[in-house]
């Protein structure tokens, strides 16, 4: 039972951290603010992890994101601990995100350029078969019971990281920048640098998300090694501050 609990344990931490890297790297940094630029050779296993793990629809995320920027914390924000409450967004941001990833005008307004290509139409656009294929696959390594609960647990985990970014990335933390998000070193740590919420907020085309010295952003050693392996480029970065 334990040696079960090692590999469904070390099963949840890895898909937990490769989604949330696909997440700020892909869906963040390359689509939704076209900050870096990603060959496909990178983004295609990036889709892929989002559509098993996730069952992320790009062009709804990006387009949620995108109106969450144009009315941060003002009357039309998809997720604002300000307008809705710290604990709403905590607990419920699921059901904020989904409400606004539904709403057919949003994905118009917001993210016409995404989520159009062959394998978007195809595959990648039908979220419920990536997931129902991730815990196929879950349960095929580590067994129907570890692996059903392993693909949940790391499922709600994903889901509360991201809330933890919406709701106390708007609510709690330090600020280097005259806005209303805020960052969160620890939660930059588990989240591939999303904690730097500041940050991003007044630099939102940067590659990077850190700034000043003492931060850490663990997506931009990633994407400086795909830099280097021409693998990827960054086309916008912030000015580091002393």
């Known amino acids: 039972m334990l040696l ?52 992320i629809n ?6 949620v994101h995108r109106k969450h920027h144009r009315h941060t914390d003002v009357e039309g924000d ?17 059901y904020y995100y989904t409400r606004e990833a539904k709403n057919a005008e949003t994905l118009k307004t917001f993210a016409p350029d995404i989520g159009n290509d062959w394998l978007d139409r195809h595959i990648f656009g039908f979220g419920l078969a990536g997931v129902i294929l991730g815990i196929a696959i879950f349960m095929l390594i580590l067994g129907p019971v570890w692996g059903g609960a392993a693909f949940l647990v ?14 106390a990335n708007h609510a709690i933390g330090k600020q280097n920048f005259d806005n209303t998000a805020t960052n969160l070193g620890f939660i930059a740590l588990l989240t591939a640098g999303e904690g730097w919420h500041n940050n ?11 700034i000043s010295r003492g931060e850490f952003d663990p997506s931009w050693p990633v ?7 021409r693998l990827a480029r960054p086309l916008k970065l912030a000015p580091k501050m002393e």
């Open 78 to 94: 998809p997720h604002s601990p300000v307008l809705e409450g710290l604990w709403r967004i905590l607990l419920g941001n699921v």
């Open 154 to 167: 790391q499922a709600s985990t994903y889901i509360f990281l991201n809330a933890v970014i919406n709701g």
């Open 4 to 55: 079960h609990l090692l590999y469904a344990t070390i099963a949840v931490v890895v898909a937990v951290q490769l989604s949330a890297f696909a997440t700020s790297i892909y869906l963040h940094r390359a689509l939704a603010h076209r900050g870096v630029y990603l060959h496909p050779v990178v983004a295609l296993p990036m889709r892929l992890q989002l559509w098993l793990w996730t069952g």
């Open 200 to 210: 991003h907020h007044a630099y939102p085309t940067s590659a990077r998300f850190s």
């Open 58 to 63: 790009t062009k709804e995320w990006v387009a």
């Open 223 to 229: 994407i400086k090694m795909l830099t280097w392996m």
